[in-house]
């Protein structure tokens, strides 16, 4: 195989795009943090109800209950802070990986018959084709998981032809490690 050589075109948002495609751009659409708001603002609810319950007509059980949901709701908020803040702090590390990407004049990614090299502007990294771990190809990114570095390369970044012929050499190297969502090549 000849060397490849593939220009890749950085667009934050591309990027954003693909690290927030499940929602975890948000903590109202990210689905773990959804749920545990649901359900806290079910366990308020609930609590005010046998609170009032319990206050009005001083039964045992809706006091007991009352105690419970309050001990639930405790657990859920601090469940809910907990993921917040792994959330906030993802955010973070990418959107300091995205300045980071951002300050580098060019990008390319270079394959050979050994390895896959990614240029950032003079920041270079190098990896052999057995040293990565997985690659997953998707219809709008690739991403390879290797032993220095994880690389997200969105369709986006480079021609149609540069991208399939990306997903070709990764799916020739890596043929039977690999995770393939990608639609039929015509």
């Given at each position: 195989?000849?060397e490849?050589?593939?220009q890749?075109?950085?667009?934050p948002?591309?990027?954003k ?24 603002f079910v366990?308020?609810?609930i609590?005010?109800l046998?609170y009032?319950?319990?206050m ?6 809706a006091i007991?209950?009352?105690v419970?949901?309050v ?5 859920v ?9 792994n ?10 990986h995205?300045?980071r ?5 060019s990008h390319?990614?270079i394959l050979?018959d050994?390895?896959i ?6 920041k270079s990294?190098m ?5 990565l771990?997985?690659?997953v190809?998707?219809?709008?990114y ?6 220095a ?16 012929a990306l997903?070709?050499v990764?799916r ?15």
């Amino acid at each position: 195989m000849e060397e490849l050589k593939i220009q890749l075109h950085f667009n934050p948002a591309d990027l954003k795009e693909i690290y927030y495609s499940d929602g975890s751009g948000s903590i109202f659409r990210f689905p773990d943090t959804r749920d545990n708001i649901v359900k806290a603002f079910v366990l308020i609810v609930i609590s005010i109800l046998l609170y009032n319950r319990a206050m009005k007509y001083s039964e045992i059980w809706a006091i007991f209950l009352l105690v419970i949901a309050v001990l639930l709701l405790a657990a859920v908020a601090f469940r809910l802070i907990m993921q917040i803040r792994n959330l906030f702090a993802r955010k973070r590390i990418i959107d300091l990986h995205l300045k980071r990407l951002s300050k580098a004049e060019s990008h390319w990614v270079i394959l050979s018959d050994f390895t896959i090299e990614v240029r950032e502007g003079n920041k270079s990294t190098m990896e052999k084709w057995g040293n990565l771990k997985r690659a997953v190809i998707k219809p709008f990114y690739i991403t390879i998981e290797g032993k220095a570095e994880n690389y997200v390369f969105p369709s986006k970044a480079m021609s149609p032809d540069e991208f399939n012929a990306l997903a070709n050499v990764i799916r020739s190297r890596l043929n039977s490690d690999i995770s393939n969502d990608s639609p039929s090549q015509a």
